[in-house]
């Protein structure tokens, strides 16, 4: 098949994207397929060849990519590309995309994970992997996912959505907000936007830094646990009818627990060498594995998610398991943890990057 692997665009987890589509184009072009890695942003400007022949470039379009320890400078992004218009969609990005047989969203964040793209992609009609636009954009707003968790009864901690405040607003909110607790901005990920404040001079500093990436904030207790996460894999429905893949039987992965080096599973921890250890099959007892199995896929199946996803857990001292959030399109490196829960019941890096390619088109022919 003809493939475009969409990674990098414009969010603070671009680097990210970066280095899970190159790990997914080689991945599809060892299997035999004609996969090109396009960077959704800077598009198609450094390539001279025709257009029709670039799903012949011998080497797939793959360059440099590597996450480095902070989260890149998006201003410095948008000065490099050569056309300075309002876009997201780079040189001839949209033009490529429809030549191909399925675009492979490699892309991490608000540019790409919140819907935008897909419902573009739906108006075009370019079959894409993964969820589709309103099932990405709910989970990607972690206020709009908290309430789906409490309605379709998945445990999460007690949260407080705050969706506008200013400068003047911080002091009031100080006083009023329960410590220790999580801020969070309400659309980011990798951690990005997210403090843990203990006192509330921290509390104050987290409200203001948080004000570079918006003014909406999702604040919610403490939990004190074990990072884990589970993922669902080929459970959704076509026409009417589930289909699973056979090895996964219910169709989530079998956790995987997340041993930060620092004080908790930041940016730093999550993509630099050494920063985390992990576990895969987590070591927790088989009801443990089955009841955070269980909420992943309520998760999955409330907000209307298909093909794949990635639900983060707290497990507290008590063996209680609380849901921070779904990733509708989680790392893909084969150091990734949904490809290391994969592995785990025998489905290979570049198997796993195929056969989501595979489950997304039957959902796209729906």
Known sequence: MKIVVLAGGL??????????????CRALRSRGHQAILVDMFLGLEGYEGPLAGIFDAPDGLLGAAAIEGTAPDLDAVRRGRADQ??????????????????????LHGACGEDGRVQAAFDLLGIPYTGAGYLSSGMAMDKAVTKRVMADAGVPTAPWRDIPHYEEV?????????ELPCAVKIVNGGSSVGV??????????????DTLRYG???????????RELSVGVLGEQKIKGREIQIAVLGDGYLPAVEIIPKSAYFDYYAKYQTGGS?????????????????????????????????????LLDDEGRPWCL??????????????????????????????????????????
């Open 195 to 208: 403090s843990l404040p203990e006192t509330k001079e921290e509390l104050a500093a987290a409200l203001r």
């Open 325 to 366: 959030e779904t990733n509708t399109l989680p790392g893909m490196t084969p150091a990734s943890l949904l490809p290391k829960e994969a592995a785990a019941v025998g489905i290979p890096y570049e198997e796993l990057c195929e056969e989501i390619v595979r489950l997304s088109l039957a959902v796209r022919r729906t």
């Open 11 to 24: 969010s603070t987890e671009r680097q990210v994207s970066l280095v899970t589509g190159s790990s997914v």
């Open 215 to 225: 003014s909406h904030v999702l604040v919610e207790k403490k939990i004190r646990g």
């Open 85 to 106: 218009g309002p876009s997201l969609f780079g040189k001839d990005v949209l033009a490529v995309c429809a030549m191909a047989d399925i675009v492979f969203l490699g």
């Open 277 to 313: 250890e992990e576990i895969c099959p987590a070591r927790i007892t088989p009801e443990q594995q089955r009841e955070m199995g269980e909420y992943a896929l309520r998760l999955h199946r409330a907000l209307g998610l298909s093909v794949y996803s990635r639900t983060d857990f």
């Open 169 to 177: 607003d911080i002091p009031a909110l100080v006083e009023e907000i």
